[in-house]
């Protein structure tokens, strides 16, 4: 084969995306740190599966059109940094193969070049052993290999031979890597994608496989072995949907539940009546189903439930009308209903619903920035793994309303800038106001193990708790309590004088006293503010100013 059609594009683009769906489980447990939020191979899925959407929703079979069309699909769908990344590669291409209608071996080489120039530019400081090396030295390689009547097969064999190569070359670039004994996750999703393409390329046919529905037969065969009590699917998640009017085709009931069970759902059952569908699914990523049910229209009613929190009222989303114009506008993202609430009640115009495990799509961002109908917006990501993304969701609004990202890495970082908020003060002075204030905290944070390591000398044990520092591990201790000391010990010095301890949703009423006798007692100089956030994944955030 010398050259690539539209028709074979578009078969390595859906085979990419479901060779790495298929994996992307595999793709999360390489996470360096055994936080339980290693999920760069969700957010490439999630990434990249947008993208193919829109490819097979496209007409036109010219290799430039649907490169394009991957491209924006990319873009608007980029979920973290590896996921924004990801994109950013495939935009390089889509520039360099447009107008054409196929695209030769010396084509593809040129294009995947370009890619990579594109992604490290967008990269303020580039990190070598990640995806971005991974792409760099593989698309170099094949650019130096490839002659111009070269077959695609040989090609593409190539390309993908000195991307693995390269990946396995990745723990030496990056000290982390070797230590913990994995390769860079970013480079592995990368190389699965570019594995699907080849797989379309020689015939192979790759079936798409429900991760979800795997699990479920092991844990039922775990279960009829008495290993396994109950089952905690997460979160009851109940909506009726209206159909946007002109995307009726595009909505299809069986690939829109292929689609939930990416997230991970489960007991998924849905029902459409014309223009109206109705759904209930549990998941431990709520935020990440309604995502995909607004693409194809508007929510006539949303529950969402906890069926592990007794007592807890059905909580409603909020979807209320544009608001009014304004000048300046603040937008948070956060994960918990107490820190949503905290947040709103500094100024805060808008919280999306985001953090660890559960990152905001591109156009998640973009809608809630149109949302509150400002001139300039602000926007605190709360984490490093969305601020590439808000930095995106910036340069897709560029030209139409002003965005500005302090790039907040943590929620105490971006309550503080929160604080900081003047609705009587300028803009610039907002702006240099809040980004000092950020600069002046210091997190810590209190979570579970999920894996045995060893890292910088600490040993790690599963299930027990990790005191973090500014993200580096400080301790592993069996105790939650024990562990927010060490935080708390390697956070506080003789200049701190406020404490902000946020408490998950897993702190019990004794426990979150005995945290505060605790600050009294060691800490009396500083002042301590006690929110109860009750967010998933980490059991303490704190906050030292």
Avoid: W
Wanted: proline letters at 3%; glycine letters at 8%; charged letters at 25%.
């Amino acid at each position: 084969m010398k050259f690539i059609d539209g028709k074979m594009f578009r078969a390595m683009i859906v085979t990419g995306a479901t060779l790495l769906h298929n994996n992307h489980p595999e793709v999360d447990a390489l996470n360096v740190f055994p936080v339980p939020d290693g999920d760069t191979g969700t957010n490439m899925s999630l990434t990249f599966t947008s993208g193919a959407n829109e490819v097979e929703r496209l007409e036109s079979d010219a290799v430039g059109d649907i490169a394009k069309t991957l491209s924006k699909g990319l873009l608007m769908g980029a979920r973290g940094n590896s996921g924004v990344i990801l994109s950013q590669i495939f935009r390089g291409v889509a520039k360099s193969l447009k107008g054409k209608e196929t695209a030769s071996s010396s084509d593809l080489a040129a294009a995947f070049l370009q890619g990579s120039k594109v992604a490290y530019r967008a990269v303020m400081k580039p990190t070598e052993g990640t995806i971005l090396t991974v792409i760099r030295e593989s698309s170099e390689a094949a650019s130096a290999y490839v002659t111009e009547d070269m077959e695609i097969e040989d090609y593409f064999s190539y390309f993908v031979k000195a991307a693995s190569e390269s990946l396995d070359r990745t723990p030496e670039l990056l000290p982390v890597l070797k230590e913990v004994g994995v390769v860079d996750s970013g480079g592995a999703g990368l190389v699965l994608v570019l594995t699907g393409f080849m797989s379309a390329i020689v015939g192979e046919k790759i079936e798409r496989v429900n991760v979800n529905a795997e699990k479920a037969k092991e844990e039922a065969a775990e279960k009829a072995a008495g290993t396994v009590e109950k089952k905690d699917y997460g979160y009851r998640i109940e909506f009726m949907l209206k159909v946007e009017e002109g995307k009726e085709k595009a909505f299809n009931v069986e690939n829109f539940q292929n689609e939930l069970t990416r997230i991970p759902g489960e007991r998924i059952t849905i029902v459409q009546d014309e223009d109206i569908v109705r759904c209930k699914l549990y998941s431990k990523k709520p935020g990440h189903a309604l995502n995909i049910a607004q693409r194809f229209g508007e929510f006539l009613s949303v529950e969402i439930e906890n069926p592990q929190v007794k007592d807890e009222d059905v909580k409603k989303v909020d979807l209320e009308e544009k608001a009014p114009p304004k000048d300046v506008g603040v937008i948070a993202v956060a994960a918990g209903d107490g820190i949503k609430d905290q947040f709103l009640s500094l100024h805060c115009d808008y919280v999306v619903a985001g953090g660890q495990t559960m990152n905001p799509a591109t156009e998640d961002l973009v809608a809630a920035i149109r949302k509150i109908n400002a001139k300039h917006v602000i926007v605190l990501p709360n984490n490093g793994n969305i601020v590439m993304t808000a930095q995106t969701a910036a340069s897709v609004l560029e030209g139409e309303i002003d965005v500005i990202v302090i790039p907040t890495k943590s929620i105490p970082q971006g309550l503080s800038a929160c604080i900081m908020f003047n609705p009587e003060a300028s803009l610039e002075e907002n702006v240099g106001e809040m980004t000092e204030a950020m600069q002046n905290v210091k997190t810590g944070q209190v979570t579970f193990a999920v894996r045995d390591t060893n890292i910088d000398g600490i040993e790690v044990h599963a299930n027990e708790y990790m005191a973090l520092v500014n993200k580096e591990i400080k301790a592993c201790v069996p105790g939650k309590m024990d562990a927010l000391k060490k935080s708390l010990e390697g956070l506080v010095d003789d200049d701190s004088e406020i404490i902000t301890l946020i408490c998950g949703q897993d702190v019990t009423k004794e426990e979150k006293e005995e945290a505060q006798t605790y600050i009294a007692e060691h800490f009396a100089d500083c002042e301590c503010e006690v929110i109860d956030g009750k967010q998933p994944v980490y059991s303490f955030i704190i906050g030292v100013e």
